[in-house]
């Protein structure tokens, strides 16, 4: 039986809040997981992800799922920002023990990997992103015929799979920068994030999806560059983050547990 705690507030005056996944068998050794959820900073919210939140915590993982701020009323940091403030206030909370810091892991979905990322860079937590995107100013300037569109196919009659992809991509990309400018892009770009702190790691990405596979290589170069190990699982087809979740989080969270497992050795 898993208990559910409902929009717990972390940030009054945003008035932000995240869902909480007890398991049953709650002790001070549980392993605590963070989840961000996808949506391209535009859309999507904890209440939607309650399937793997409770899935979570069924593997035995206290499970907080946080709501951040989401585009184009809030640009780049703000989510950023958000995801920070959350640990921060997890790490002080009555949720926590003053050595939790070393049970903590993270799973990020689409842009939450994102955000996991930036997050994996500054506290160490073990880390599995699900397509996180990486690569945004090098892209866009690679893309500058590419029309943004939510819906491209309703929007521009574009019936090309990859198309359609590349214009969200772009859309979602412009809409939480706020510019098309290079100097505000590459500040979003994963490469540009503080990764002195980065612990295990593991990226999962479909072969040909809408984050490209390409992007994430040339991230785990850079990573590999400053001797950071990554564990990269490609999986065939269109599949973006939660479309294969439900297939891969056995893999994900036994990456965590022996991570944690490994660290405590």
Same mark, same amino acid.
């Given at each position: 039986?898993?208990?559910?705690?409902?929009?717990?507030?972390?940030?009054?005056?945003?008035?932000?809040?995240?869902? +909480?996944?007890?398991?049953?068998?709650?002790?001070?050794e549980t392993k605590i997981l963070i989840f961000w959820h996808g949506g391209g900073w535009?859309?999507?919210?904890?209440?939607?992800?309650?399937?793997?939140? @409770? !899935? $979570?915590?069924?593997? /035995?993982?206290?499970?907080?799922?946080?709501? *951040?701020?989401?585009?184009?009323?809030?640009? $780049?940091?703000?989510?950023? #920002?958000?995801?920070?403030?959350?640990?921060?206030?997890?790490?002080? =909370?009555?949720?926590?023990?003053? #050595?939790?810091?070393?049970?903590?892991?993270?799973?990020?979905?689409?842009?939450?990997?994102?955000?996991?990322?930036?997050?994996?860079?500054?506290?160490?937590?073990?880390?599995?992103?699900?397509? /996180?995107?990486?690569? *945004?100013?090098?892209?866009?300037?690679?893309?500058?015929?590419?029309?943004?569109?939510?819906?491209?196919?309703? !929007? $521009?009659?574009?019936?090309?799979?990859a198309q359609i992809r590349a214009s969200f991509y772009k859309y979602?990309?412009?809409? *939480?920068?706020? =510019?098309?400018?290079? %100097?505000?892009?590459?500040?979003?770009?994963?490469?540009?994030? %503080? $990764?002195?702190? &980065?612990?295990?790691?593991?990226?999962?990405?479909?072969? !040909?999806? &809408?984050?490209?596979? =390409?992007?994430?290589? !040339?991230?785990?170069?850079?990573?590999?560059?400053?001797?950071?190990? @990554?564990?990269?699982?490609?999986?065939?087809?269109?599949?973006?983050?939660?479309? *294969?979740?439900?297939?891969? +989080? %056995?893999?994900?969270? #036994?990456? &965590?547990?022996?991570?944690?497992?490994?660290?405590?050795?």
């Amino acid at each position: 039986m898993v208990v559910i705690k409902n929009n717990i507030i972390y940030d009054e005056n945003k008035e932000l809040g995240a869902d +909480i996944y007890y398991p049953n068998d709650t002790t001070s050794e549980t392993k605590i997981l963070i989840f961000w959820h996808g949506g391209g900073w535009l859309r999507g919210d904890k209440k939607d992800v309650k399937k793997v939140g @409770v !899935d $979570f915590a069924n593997a /035995g993982f206290m499970t907080f799922i946080p709501n *951040y701020s989401l585009a184009p009323a809030n640009h $780049f940091p703000a989510a950023h #920002d958000d995801a920070l403030h959350f640990v921060e206030w997890l790490l002080n =909370s009555d949720y926590t023990d003053h #050595d939790d810091i070393k049970n903590i892991v993270q799973i990020g979905a689409s842009v939450g990997g994102t955000m996991a990322l930036y997050v994996a860079g500054k506290y160490g937590f073990p880390t599995v992103t699900w397509s /996180g995107p990486v690569e *945004y100013a090098n892209w866009i300037k690679q893309h500058q015929d590419v029309k943004a569109s939510p819906q491209a196919k309703q !929007d $521009f009659g574009i019936t090309d799979p990859a198309q359609i992809r590349a214009s969200f991509y772009k859309y979602f990309t412009l809409a *939480y920068a706020g =510019s098309d400018k290079a %100097d505000v892009l590459q500040k979003l770009d994963a490469q540009s994030y %503080d $990764f002195s702190k &980065l612990g295990k790691l593991m990226m999962l990405n479909s072969t !040909d999806e &809408l984050t490209p596979l =390409s992007t994430t290589l !040339d991230f785990i170069k850079f990573l590999a560059k400053e001797n950071h190990g @990554v564990q990269l699982l490609v999986i065939p087809g269109h599949g973006h983050a939660m479309d *294969y979740s439900q297939d891969y +989080i %056995d893999e994900s969270l #036994d990456f &965590l547990y022996q991570t944690i497992k490994r660290q405590k050795q």
